[in-house]
């Protein structure tokens, strides 16, 4: 008895075991994290968030508060497909890096407080959006060949999970639904217009016409 109760005990925290190894492929693969400031287009300022770049079936950049990168932090997500594009702008000051992020037909206004930074958004984005890398990426070369070895796999079509990624909302007026780094499935925000899961706050606090 002592033995079938330990064998069925190692059977129990074999499939725990197997749930979080699932749990962790159904995380993604991160590409790129860092802090960045967004521009708030209704209140004229800006706001410092947490980024995380990752790819599910689709490359999706993560919003959150703190880098702690809770379900409770997250503002947002932005989904990235051939159409998005990634512009430099001139900055402000010496420790303003700005870049403006078009997706879905919306203009997302970032800028970050080094320049290294700016750069490094800017190969993975468009590296991995456009298939190649930027001719003018003033990064090392270690760097350079890093990023390009990253895109390369992404290329290739290997997949950590097949969970299905519907566009986010995140800067849309209404929300059908939310997918995060934490879960596969999509819970209705109930609001329309404010986050499921997260800080109550309107889509247009984000983000301009």
Do not use: C
């Not at 075991?17 to 004229?44: A, C, I, P, Y």
């Not at 899961?197 to 016409?209: C, E, I, L, N, R």
């Amino acid at each position: 008895m002592l033995f079938d109760g330990v064998l069925e005990l190692h059977k129990q925290n074999t499939h725990m075991s197997n749930m979080e190894t699932s749990r962790q492929q159904l995380r993604g693969r991160t590409f790129h994290e860092g802090w960045v400031e967004h521009k708030d287009s209704q209140r004229n300022g800006w706001n410092k968030y947490w980024l995380v770049l990752k790819r599910f079936e689709k490359l999706i950049l993560f919003i959150f508060r703190d880098e702690h990168a809770s379900p409770e932090s997250q503002v947002g997500l932005l989904t990235f497909d051939n159409n998005t594009d990634f512009k430099v702008r001139e900055g402000d000051s010496k420790n303003s890096y700005k870049f403006d992020i078009y997706t879905t037909n919306r203009r997302n206004r970032f800028k970050s407080s080094k320049f290294h930074e700016r750069e490094l958004w800017r190969a993975y984005i468009i590296g991995l959006v456009k298939g190649s890398l930027p001719d003018d990426l003033d990064l090392t070369e270690a760097q350079i060949q890093m990023i390009q070895s990253e895109i390369d796999y992404h290329k290739m079509g290997h997949r950590q999970s097949n969970v299905s990624i519907a566009d986010s909302g995140f800067g849309m007026d209404e929300m059908s639904g939310r997918i995060s780094i934490f879960n596969t499935g999509s819970s209705g925000s109930g609001g329309g217009s404010t986050i499921a899961g997260g800080p109550t706050m309107t889509m247009a606090d984000f983000f301009d016409d």
